[in-house]
């Protein structure tokens, strides 16, 4: 039997770049199955938002590992679950690594600022966290899995925090050298460019990982031409539900009935569908 492990690593390695999407909980991750990804982000903005709560290192370890299990338990994609800086120090990581992998979990990003990160996106200046040290990191955890299929993805910040190409490049040389199985190279310019540049010098020496939040004009078939292996649609679910779920709820107050929406909404049968109502009936009789 294929484990989500060996699965993740095929599409890491295939020549066609793969599709991951975001999700918080068992539903999100089911939608993303069912609209034909190929694997489920665990986003650790998406758990944060889910809660209320912004993506500043507020929730544990505990928090984004149960998140990250009911995914797993909901669909038959691999999870690649985004763990932040790791939760801690080099044992957290370690820590880290065996939780996610009995949980099921495909494989776990962490990424090169220290602890406690901000999401990428917000206007604060970004730390990263020194690249020997991160690089060790990397080594713990590849370390301390078990399962030797088991992917770590090491996560680059430098073009977010501004500390330029080179930097981006001598750190993802240094995680590849301890041993990370994809590179994510992150990137918050309205355009492309840097990404391209990356790719091309990076000459595919592992995986690489995008996310194209910001350059969203960039399609999965362009980025998979110029050598990503996978492409993250990180938040977009997220962007859609909330502002769907805002409409209805407004549409609702101010006529005084759920008429004009009910074309809009999904019908309740349809949440039958996607919680397996059929499955658990039958297996209660
Ligand atoms: C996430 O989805 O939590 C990510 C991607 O880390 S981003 O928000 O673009 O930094
Ligand atoms: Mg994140």
Not at 261 to 273: G, M, N, Q, T, Y
């Amino acid at each position: 039997m294929t484990t989500s492990s060996a699965r993740l690593r095929e599409l890491l390695t295939a020549p066609q770049a793969a599709r991951a999407a975001g999700a918080h909980d068992g539903l999100t991750a089911r939608l993303v199955e069912e609209a034909g990804f190929d694997v489920v982000w665990a986003s650790s903005f998406e758990t944060s938002a889910s809660r209320a709560l912004p993506d500043m290192s507020l929730l544990t370890m505990t928090d984004y590992l149960q998140a990250a299990s009911w995914m797993v338990q909901s669909t038959s994609l691999p999870v690649l679950a985004d763990c932040d800086t790791g939760f801690g120090n080099r044992l957290n990581i370690a820590y880290t690594v065996r939780q996610y992998e009995a949980a099921g979990v495909a494989g776990i990003c962490l990424e090169d600022k220290v602890f406690p990160k901000k999401n990428s996106f917000l206007a604060v200046g970004q730390t990263l966290e020194d690249p020997a040290e991160f690089a060790a990191r990397i080594r713990v955890a590849k370390q301390a899995q078990h399962n030797p299929e088991f992917v770590v993805v090491a996560r680059v910040e430098a073009l977010i925090a501004g500390t330029g190409m080179a930097d981006a490049l001598a750190r993802a040389h240094q995680y590849a050298d301890a041993g990370a199985d994809a590179i994510l190279i992150h990137s918050k310019s309205q355009e492309p460019h840097e990404i391209q540049e990356f790719l091309e010098q990076w000459q595919r020496r592992t995986p690489v990982v995008v996310v194209p939040t910001t350059y969203f004009r960039w399609k999965t078939e362009e980025a998979s031409r110029a050598g990503a292996s996978l492409v993250i649609y990180a938040n977009q679910g997220l962007r859609a539900a909330v502002q769907a779920v805002r409409d209805v709820l407004l549409e609702i107050r101010l006529t005084g009935d759920s008429t004009s929406s009910e074309d809009v909404i999904a019908p309740v049968k349809e949440i039958f569908r996607l919680t397996d109502v059929d499955t658990w009936n039958a297996l209660e009789s």
